[in-house]
């Protein structure tokens, strides 16, 4: 009797919106988020519809914060593009892991769902394929979520920003964190993964200390994707 591998690539209107609904609860704290950008924006000038087509063209939260820091009457475009390359950096690897699911779609659908990747849709996409499960209705709908709370959240934040003016004095900025956190734990629990992370870990910590701004992440990611690829498991 033959038993057919379930297609992990397909991607369906139903699928999209189950994806959507699952990412909500963590869309609201987003909004949180691009309401304290909205907020940091119009404080350092930046007019309305710039904010506002920033969070919708570019949709990177932490990279935005940053852009903000280097805004002024002269922005120096290559610090700018430097900076938002090493926050975002992590991006690469992430669709590296997504490739085996995403090269059975068209170029326009492929490049379509990774314009609306981040870190919290990454990872459900991860843990759904991780199961044999089909992840890019999560991927894509779950992206939707984010990006379109996002967007509300900055819109938010340039008019009425002054209720949450530092989310980080009520944590808020750990949300995120924990959230990829449990999906670490979720995921395989082996020596070989506990490697991984663990000099993933220890190259950020190091990085954060001694290295550039921001560098931590490459780092992170790097030492993360290496010894992943030098502990790889036999077939």
């Keep these: 009797m033959t038993h057919h591998q379930p297609d992990l690539s397909q991607l369906n209107h139903s699928l999209i919106w189950d994806g959507f609904r699952q990412l909500i609860p963590v869309s609201l704290f987003v909004a949180i988020f691009g309401a304290a950008f909205g907020l940091a924006a119009s404080q350092k000038g930046v007019d309305p519809t710039s904010a506002t087509m920033m969070s919708l063209l570019v949709f990177a939260g932490y ?22 390359f ?86 808020l900025d750990m949300v995120m964190g924990c959230f990829l956190l449990s999906m670490v734990f979720e995921g395989e629990r082996n020596l070989r993964m506990l490697i991984i992370w663990a000099a993933a870990a220890s190259a950020s910590l190091i990085a954060y200390k001694w290295l550039p701004e921001n560098s931590h992440v490459i780092a992170g990611a790097l030492a993360g994707g290496i010894t992943g690829i030098i502990m790889r498991e036999k077939k």
């Design 86 to 171: 090493a926050i975002n950096a992590r991006h690469l690897l992430m669709g590296a892991t997504l490739y085996p699911w995403l090269r059975a779609l068209t170029p326009a659908k492929r490049y379509g769902i990774m314009m609306v990747v981040s870190d919290a849709n990454w990872a459900m996409s991860i843990q759904a394929f991780s199961r044999g499960s089909a992840g890019l209705g999560l991927l894509f709908g779950g992206g939707l979520a984010l990006w379109l709370f996002w967007g509300a959240g900055t819109l938010a934040g340039l008019y009425f920003g002054s209720v949450i003016q530092d989310p980080k004095s009520v944590g």
């Design 63 to 84: 990279a935005q914060f940053a852009t903000l820091e280097l805004w002024t009457d002269q922005v120096p475009v290559l610090t700018l593009i430097a900076t938002v």
